[in-house]
């Protein structure tokens, strides 16, 4: 009878042993599902954060590279502006600028527009003409101390002179710039700006063409080198 207790009592044992085996088992196995659980959420979340960090970069270097083009947008519309301002100037020129000279020395055929961006000195004058040639020699003194960029041209009044007698009394005096003789369509439309006093040499009438295409009044009278040097560069 003992005996039959005792082995009754060890086979609810380990009844008991089963079924509390799993039990202390399943702990360990939610925790690791847990853990995993974890770790997946973990990991999504610092590759979302990644992918979210990238898209803000893109975003920023689009924004970046975006205002660089609309600044360099700006800076070629301004240059183009500068670039179209620099040549209305040079249209404003009066059409006289336009109309062809030779140059007495070298025949080659030019125009004052030509010039255009430049001090243009323009001194009318006559090779019979002692004003003129008084007037001149102060040119070429102040011409010689110039130190911007300048033009200058003597027109001589006397349309039907030959090119070869005005280019021979500008090198008996030592006159080293452009001469030309000026055509009748030259002086009409100049007496037209200036009046009639521009076709009169012994006025040594002379005006200045500024780089931005202004136009001087017309100065008369022999002028000395320190104000001839006013003129082109002041």
Known sequence: MLRKQLLIGSVALLILAACAAPQASMPATEGAMDSHANTMVEGEMKEGD???????????????????????????????MKEGDAMMSMAELPA????????????????????AGKTIFVEPMATWCTNCRAQLNN????????????????LSVETALDQTALAQYADEN???????VATPELLQQLAGDFGQTIANPPATPHFVISPDGTVSDLTTGIENVEAILASVQG
């Open 50 to 80: 990644g992918a979210m960090a990238e898209g803000e970069m893109k975003e920023g270097d689009g924004a970046m590279a975006e205002g660089e083009m609309k600044e360099g947008d700006g800076a070629m519309a301004e240059g183009e």
């Open 96 to 115: 006289w600028a336009a109309l062809p000279l030779v140059n007495a020395r070298t025949g080659e055929s030019f125009t004052i527009a030509d010039f």
């Open 139 to 154: 040119v070429k003194e102040a011409k010689a101390q110039v130190t911007g960029d300048v033009v200058f041209v003597a």
């Open 174 to 180: 030592g006159f080293d710039w452009i001469f030309a």
